[in-house]
C-alpha cells in the first residue's frame, strides 16, 4: 500500500482503521502511540499528528514536527479521529531540524515524507481485546521478547511499527530511561484524552533498517576497507562466515552487533595494521571474531547520562550462532562504559580498547557501531606508536635513564607525548627529566579510567597525576612536589599497543605557560568574574593565589539588591570584596593541616589588615577548606598553577553588609 493513501482512508472513517504492515497484514489499531523529539514542554495546543490522535498538551517545541504533518497532506481536522489512538513519538525542533538537514527534506516524495513520519509511531499494548495507552510504565507490555544475551542491565522488547520493527529499551534506577532503539524519551507521557504522547531526543527515522549487515557494507561509501575483509572471511572456504555476515543460519534470521572501523580511521592507522590482516588468513578470523557480537542488540546511546552503566556484551564466532545453542562461556567478554561527562564510549576487550565515532547504524535485526580501532588487535608496541606518532618523544625519551628504562621494559605503559615541545626544549636538562617523569607512567590507563577519582603516584607525590574535563575537553593534569597542577588536553592522536598506550597531548604536564588571565579566559564559566575588572588591578606584587568566582556566583551577586548589586557597582567597593578572596602567597591545600586552623592574609591586608580564616578538612583523599565558614574551595578542581599565579574555583563572592560603609584603607600611609 502507498502510505500517501491514508489520508483518503480516513475521510470516510466510521470504525477504528486498519493498517496493513510491510507485510501487508491488517492490523487493528484502535491506539497510536507518536514518538515525538522534544524535551521541553511549553505552552498546550490543540493539534492532531498524523491523523490519529488529537492532543491537549503539545510543545511550541516540536511546532516544526506539527508544520510537516500539515504541510504533507497530513492535516490534523483532516485526520483526527476519536477512535485512531496509537502512541506517538514526538521530534523537537532541534532533533526535527537536524534530521531534515541531513535528509535533503524539500527534495523527498510525498510518500517518503509520510513513511519518516509514519515512523513516528508505535502499536499500542492491550489488556485482553482492550487496547491500551503505551506510557513508560507498560514500556515492554506489547512488545514480543527476544531471547537476546542480556547486556546487564534493563531489558527491551520488539515492536512492529507501521514502517517496520524496532526495539524498545528501558531500565529503572537512578536515572531511569526509555529508548525507541537509540531515540531517548526526554518527556514521558504526554496523555491526551485518546492517545499517548512521547517526546524523544531525536527523529526515529533508520533508513538501512531493510538492509542486513554485508548489504549495508556493500553499499557504505566509507567502509570499502572493511568490506574487503569481511569478503576475504567469506572466501576462507568456511559457509558459516558467510552465514554470519547474510545473518541467516539453517533458515533463522540472526541478530548481532558489529563494530566496524571506516576507511578514514583505518588510514590513520599503519599501513601494516591493515595488511597483515588481508596477507594472515588465520589473524583475520580472530580480529574479525573480536567485531562480532552474537545475537546481541545494544546501542552506545543507551549509556547516555548513565556513566554508572556499563553494557557487557560477548564477541566471536560460535560453532552454533542460533540462540538456544550459544554458550558465552566459549565468547569473549567486553565492556561498553561511557565517560563521567558523557563526552565520550570506550569500548575494552581485554587489554584493548576503542571509542565509537559517529552514531550507530540500526540495520535489520542488527546494530553497526563505528569505532576508532579494532578490537583485540595489537599491531603496535609503544616504539612503533611513538615513530609514528611523536618521533621527539622517542628520541628524547632514549636519551634520559629513568624514562629509557619504562620504555624498554616489558611492562606496561602509558605515554603523554607533547605535541608542542618548545617550553620544554628551554628547561634545564635536570628539569627535563623531573617532567619526563609525568609523561610516562609505568600502567595502561585507558581513557575509560581517566576518572575525576583516578590519581597516579610519581615518585614521592601520590596525586602527581589526575584528570579533569574542562571546557568539554578531557585534560591530563601533572604537579611535581611543592607545585600546582597543570592541565594539557588530550588529542583525537592516541595509540593502544602491545606493551601501553601513547596518548598526544597540547603540552608538557605540570610546565605552567598560561597566564592567570589566559587560563581563566579559557573557560567561559568564569567570563563574568574577569569582566569585573579584578585581573587589571590585581598586578602588583605577584603571584598570588585566586580563588575566582563563577559566572552564577557574580550573577547571585548582582542579583542581590540589597547589598550584593550595591557592592557590584561601586567599583572601588567591588575590587576590595573580590580581594578579599586573592591571597599573595602560594596555596596549595593539599600541604596544610586539617587539624589546624588558619588566618591567612588577603590582598586587603596591607590596606586594612584582613586575614580569612581556613579550616582544613579532607574529602574523598583530598584537601578542602572552608573560608570564614562561608565560602568552600577544594583540591578536587583546584590548585592550579599558571605562570604568574594560582587558581582554585569558587561558586560565590563573600561579602557581607558592612562592606557598603567600611574603610576601604585603615593603616596610616593611606592617602
Not at 123 to 147: D, M, R
Not at 544 to 554: D, H, Q
Not at 562 to 582: E, M, P, S
Request: charged share 15%; net charge neutral; with cysteine.
Amino acid at each position: 500500500m502507498r502510505l500517501a493513501k491514508a489520508e483518503n482512508d480516513v475521510n470516510t472513517m466510521t470504525r477504528p482503521m486498519q493498517m496493513r504492515t510491510r507485510s501487508n497484514a491488517l492490523i487493528d489499531a484502535p491506539y497510536l502511540t507518536r514518538l515525538c523529539a522534544c524535551d521541553v514542554f511549553s505552552s498546550p495546543a490543540v493539534v492532531c499528528g498524523v491523523g490519529v490522535i488529537q492532543l491537549k498538551c503539545f510543545s511550541q517545541r516540536s511546532s516544526l514536527y506539527s508544520s510537516a504533518l500539515q504541510q504533507h497532506g497530513l492535516k490534523p481536522h483532516k485526520l483526527c479521529s476519536k477512535f485512531l489512538k496509537q502512541p506517538q513519538v514526538f521530534p523537537c525542533n532541534e532533533a526535527w531540524n537536524l534530521r531534515v538537514a541531513t535528509l535533503s527534506w524539500p527534495t523527498l516524495s510525498l510518500e517518503q515524507k509520510q513513511k519518516i513520519i509514519y515512523g513516528m509511531y508505535l502499536e499500542s499494548p492491550k489488556s485482553g481485546s482492550i487496547p491500551t495507552k503505551l506510557s513508560t510504565q507498560n514500556w515492554q507490555t506489547a512488545g514480543e521478547a527476544l531471547p537476546l544475551i542480556d547486556v546487564g542491565f534493563g531489558k527491551g522488547a520488539l515492536y512492529n511499527e507501521i514502517v517496520g520493527a524496532r526495539y524498545a529499551f528501558s531500565f529503572i534506577g537512578t536515572p531511569s530511561a526509555y529508548f525507541i532503539n537509540d531515540a531517548k524519551v526526554t518527556g514521558a507521557n504526554v496523555d491526551a484524552t485518546n492517545g499517548m504522547v512521547q517526546i524523544m531526543d531525536k527523529v526515529v527515522h533508520y533508513p538501512y533498517e531493510s538492509m542486513d549487515f554485508f548489504q549495508y557494507l556493500s553499499q557504505a561509501k566509507d567502509m570499502a576497507k572493511t568490506l574487503a575483509l569481511w569478503n576475504k572471511l567469506r572466501t576462507t572456504g568456511t559457509p558459516l562466515y558467510t552465514q554470519l555476515t547474510n545473518q541467516v543460519y539453517m533458515g533463522q534470521s540472526l541478530y548481532a552487533t558489529y563494530f566496524v572501523i571506516a576507511d578514514s580511521v583505518w588510514n590513520q592507522l599503519p599501513e601494516k595494521t591493515y595488511q597483515n590482516l588481508l596477507n594472515n588468513e588465520t589473524l583475520l578470523i580472530s580480529v574479525l571474531a573480536n567485531q562480532y557480537a552474537p545475537n546481541q542488540y545494544f546501542f552506545p546511546r543507551w549509556l547516555t547520562d548513565s556513566p554508572n552503566r556499563a553494557i557487557n556484551f560477548y564477541v566471536g564466532f560460535p560453532a552454533d550462532p542460533l540462540p538456544a545453542n550459544i554458550n558465552t562461556q566459549t565468547l569473549t567478554p567486553g565492556k561498553m562504559v561511557s565517560s563521567t561527562d558523557g563526552s565520550s564510549i570506550t569500548i575494552t576487550l581485554g587489554n584493548t580498547y576503542a571509542t565509537t565515532v559517529g552514531d550507530a547504524v540500526a540495520l535489520r535485526k542488527a546494530v553497526l557501531i563505528p569505532i576508532s580501532a579494532p578490537l583485540g588487535y595489537l599491531s603496535e608496541t609503544t616504539q612503533d606508536s611513538l615513530s609514528r606518532l611523536s618521533p621527539t618523544f622517542l628520541r628524547v625519551c632514549t636519551l634520559d635513564t629513568a624514562c629509557n628504562a619504562i620504555l624498554q621494559s616489558t611492562t606496561e605503559k602509558t605515554v603523554f607525548a607533547p605535541v608542542d615541545w618548545t617550553a620544554f626544549n628551554s628547561l634545564p636538562a635536570a628539569n627535563q627529566s623531573e617532567h619526563l617523569k609525568l609523561m610516562i607512567l609505568p600502567e595502561r590507563i585507558l581513557r575509560s579510567q581517566m576518572t575525576t577519582g583516578k590519581y597516579v603516584t610519581v615518585g614521592s607525590v601520590a596525586d602527581a597525576i589526575r584528570f579533569r574535563t574542562r571546557n568539554g575537553v578531557l585534560n591530563v593534569e601533572g604537579r611535581m612536589a611543592g607545585n600546582g597542577y597543570v592541565p594539557v588536553a588530550l588529542t583525537d592522536q592516541e595509540s593502544s599497543g602491545s606493551d601501553g598506550m601513547v596518548y598526544l597531548t597540547t603540552g608538557v604536564p605540570g610546565l605552567p605557560t598560561q597566564t592567570v588571565r589566559n587560563f581563566l579566559g579559557a573557560d567561559t564559566n568564569y567570563r563574568n568574574y574577569i569582566n569585573t575588572g579584578i585581573l587589571d588591578n590585581q598586578v602588583k606584587g605577584a603571584p598570588y593565589t585566586f580563588f575566582a568566582v563563577n559566572n552564577a556566583g557574580i550573577d547571585k551577586m548582582r542579583a542581590d539588591t540589597a547589598v550584593g548589586a550595591k557592592i557590584y557597582n561601586d567599583v572601588n567597593r567591588r575590587i576590595y570584596v573580590l580581594r578579599r578572596t586573592i591571597f599573595p602567597m602560594a596555596l596549595f591545600l593539599n600541604e596544610l593541616s586539617t587539624t589546624v586552623m588558619y588566618d591567612v592574609a588577603t590582598a586587603n591586608n596591607a590596606f586594612t589588615l584582613e586575614y580569612d580564616r581556613f579550616v582544613i578538612h579532607a574529602e574523598n583523599g583530598v584537601n578542602a577548606a572552608t573560608v570564614n565558614s562561608t565560602l568552600k574551595v577544594s583540591m578536587a578542581d583546584g590548585g592550579y598553577q599558571c605562570t604568574d599565579g594560582w587558581v582554585y574555583f569558587a561558586d560565590k563572592v563573600f561579602y557581607v553588609s558592612d562592606d557598603l560603609t567600611r574603610s576601604l584603607c585603615t593603616m596610616p600611609n593611606c592617602s
